[in-house]
């Protein structure tokens, strides 16, 4: 199974997406964690992040999920996911999909912004930042989404929420 994390930057996605690991791991030893700024460092290739970029990025971790899914490898991905071309392909790939789409409000993500990210763009130093100047389409058919309330609870809890309600743990289904 892949569970896809989506949202923009400061949402919560890495942080979320590693306690979703961490809870599905004790159970299932088969499971790994994908970044979306760590697998662009593995790749070393320098992709930039206009449109182009973040498409060739998108391809190559869907593709790595595939890949995953189809050794029975289950994997956690946290990226910001912004084509819903990809989100289709996945659902439709993959053996079993969970879409979790983390929908912040802009100005808690500037008041988060880990990465500065946001003030960098805000000040004019950073162009090409989804949500800002480049559009992030809402995804259409997510499975579940966490909005600012759901942020109250803690990532660990959040995580068991989104395990529960995939069914990957063992009498949690549909709960």
Request: some cysteine; charged content about 25%; overall charge negative.
């Given at each position: 199974m892949i569970v896809w994390l989506?949202?923009?930057?400061?949402?919560?996605?890495?942080?979320?997406?590693?306690?979703?690991w961490t809870?599905?791991?004790?159970?299932?030893?088969?499971?790994?964690?994908?970044?979306?700024?760590i697998l662009r460092d593995v790749?070393?290739?320098?992709?930039g992040h206009d449109v182009e970029g973040r498409a060739r990025n998108a391809h190559r971790i869907s593709h790595l999920c595939r890949v995953l899914d189809e050794q029975g490898i289950n994997a956690v991905a946290a990226v910001l996911s912004m084509f819903p071309?990809?989100?289709?392909?996945n659902r439709e790939t993959f053996s079993s999909y969970y879409e979790v789409f983390l929908d912040l409000p802009m100005e808690v993500l500037?008041?988060?912004?880990?990465?500065?990210?946001?003030?960098?763009?805000?000040?004019?130093?950073m162009?090409?930042?989804?949500?800002?100047?480049?559009?992030f389409p809402r995804p259409p058919a997510p499975d579940l989404v966490l909005g600012e309330d759901d942020m109250q609870e803690?990532?660990?809890?959040?995580?068991g929420r989104i395990l529960a309600a995939t069914g990957v743990l063992a009498g949690t289904e549909g709960v």
């Amino acid at each position: 199974m892949i569970v896809w994390l989506i949202g923009l930057s400061g949402a919560g996605k890495t942080t979320i997406g590693r306690d979703v690991w961490t809870q599905w791991r004790e159970q299932d030893p088969a499971t790994v964690f994908l970044d979306g700024d760590i697998l662009r460092d593995v790749w070393g290739d320098r992709l930039g992040h206009d449109v182009e970029g973040r498409a060739r990025n998108a391809h190559r971790i869907s593709h790595l999920c595939r890949v995953l899914d189809e050794q029975g490898i289950n994997a956690v991905a946290a990226v910001l996911s912004m084509f819903p071309d990809w989100q289709a392909w996945n659902r439709e790939t993959f053996s079993s999909y969970y879409e979790v789409f983390l929908d912040l409000p802009m100005e808690v993500l500037k008041a988060r912004d880990p990465k500065g990210i946001y003030a960098a763009h805000d000040r004019g130093e950073m162009p090409l930042v989804v949500g800002c100047d480049l559009e992030f389409p809402r995804p259409p058919a997510p499975d579940l989404v966490l909005g600012e309330d759901d942020m109250q609870e803690s990532p660990s809890d959040l995580a068991g929420r989104i395990l529960a309600a995939t069914g990957v743990l063992a009498g949690t289904e549909g709960v």
